[in-house]
């Protein structure tokens, strides 16, 4: 016959209290954790070079508020931004480790939403301050870079939305707004770090520059436009620009773009979806014709590893005519064919410039044209060795661009006028 053990009820007892004690520090919680009071979330960082090796970090502080409050406005945003402050450092962490000197709460990059690079950090090289953006786990590799003409904190300092309170939500609202006109492109982190470590790959990232007519409050009376960001014809509204692109070989800035190249570098990428394009009227090229376009089919390149290298691309690009201020009649077949090659001439021209700038002058593949080449190779090895950036200085490169017009607008024909009236006495009733 089997004998169940029995514990004596003393030990049981001992037993049970010893679970009781141990059992929490056996067990995950949250005892480190930090509340949201007794953090300061970073929403923009700003790095700029500063005097014997160090860096100036410019933190933007998005402030919690209580969107119920007395005093916060019907329908704000529950976050609030103050002045930045700067800090002086060797590297990013220890200026957060500065900083948390002057600031009352644990500073913290998990809300950072947009990273700003100085100009002459950028032409010097921002590979040193990457390592720090990727190894640390605050950072996301999703968040986007630019690029500040002069110094990062002073576009940061300047930045005066018009619409939006929240500072978190600022960099979607730009991005976005880039994405869908073309003249700026956006720039994550991970995309520096690709032009970084792939093989004849680089990057762009847009560019951000005070405009000191805007903020001296006057229009400029020299005649011309500008696409340059800083140099935009405008009053009133942000004092800050984000037009135009940095070229980025490697980890270092060669050039830059205005908003009218970063439409037609958009285009070669295939990377607009729609946008506006202002041309010459083939007819009287005092005029112009606005273009609203539409993506068709990415662009295809084809590439000759001759010596000298042959670079062809062929970019199909479906437009409606959305303005014909020559008040030209396109509608007949024969002037819309007409219409459409001169348009194909004006933008193969200004693209195929755009390209030989980029690819033999700056050595920098931002689109990457070097991905039709892979096919030519066997192994990753023999692509990666090849010398493709010294092929692109003798490279000879043609552009064909082919327009489709769609549609011309909700108006077929010109307003016609009245018989022996003037220009100047059309007006609307």
Not at 201 to 227: C, H, R, W
Request: with cysteine.
């Amino acid at each position: 016959m089997r004998l169940a053990f029995r514990w004596p009820r003393a030990a049981s007892r001992w037993l049970t209290l010893g679970l009781a004690l141990f059992a929490p520090w056996t067990t995950t919680g949250c005892y480190d954790r930090q509340e949201l009071e007794q953090q300061a979330f970073v929403s923009v960082l700003g790095i700029d070079k500063a005097p014997g090796g160090l860096i100036d970090c410019t933190l933007r502080i998005a402030q919690p508020v209580n969107p119920t409050g007395a005093n916060s406005r019907s329908g704000a945003q529950p976050l609030a931004g103050k002045e930045p402050v700067t800090v002086r450092a060797r590297s990013i962490p220890e200026a957060m480790m500065i900083a948390n000197g002057s600031v009352e709460r644990s500073i913290t990059f998990s809300h950072l939403s947009l990273i700003v690079f100085g100009e002459d950090l950028a032409k010097e090289g921002v590979e040193p301050y990457i390592e720090a953006l990727t190894r640390y786990r605050e950072f996301r590799r999703t968040v986007p870079v630019s690029v500040s003409k002069g110094k990062a904190s002073e576009s940061m300092k300047a930045f005066q939305p018009m619409l939006d309170s929240a500072i978190t939500r600022i960099a979607d609202g730009v991005a976005l707004v880039s994405q869908r006109t073309g003249i700026a492109p956006v720039c994550p982190i991970q995309s520096l770090i690709d032009g970084m470590e792939n093989p004849h790959e680089d990057a762009i990232a847009p560019i951000f520059a005070v405009n000191q007519n805007v903020q001296k409050g006057e229009m400029p009376d020299t005649p011309g436009l500008s696409y340059r960001a800083g140099e935009v014809r405008r009053e009133g509204g942000n004092p800050v620009d984000w037009m135009g692109a940095a070229v980025f070989r490697e980890d270092r800035m060669v050039d830059e773009l205005t908003g009218t190249d970063c439409l037609y570098l958009r285009l070669l990428q295939g990377g607009v979806h729609h946008a506006t394009l202002t041309l010459q009227d083939p007819e009287d090229p005092s005029r112009d014709i606005g273009l609203e376009l539409h993506k068709e089919r990415p662009a295809e390149y084809q590439v000759k590893l001759s010596n000298p290298m042959i670079i062809t691309a062929h970019v199909p690009v479906d437009v409606d005519v959305i303005n014909i201020s020559s008040t030209r009649n396109y509608a007949d077949p024969a002037a819309r064919q007409k219409l459409e090659a001169e348009l194909d001439k004006q933008v193969s021209d200004r693209m195929e410039r755009l390209l030989k700038r980029l690819l033999v002058v700056d050595h920098a593949d931002v689109i990457p044209v070097s991905k039709a080449i892979r096919s030519q190779f066997m192994t990753y090895q023999q692509f990666a060795a090849f010398p493709w950036e010294e092929k692109l200085k003798t490279a000879k490169i043609q552009v064909d661009v082919q327009i489709h017009v769609r549609r011309f607008g909700v108006q077929l024909e010109p307003i016609e006028k009245k018989p022996g009236s003037s220009p100047s006495s059309l007006r609307p009733r």
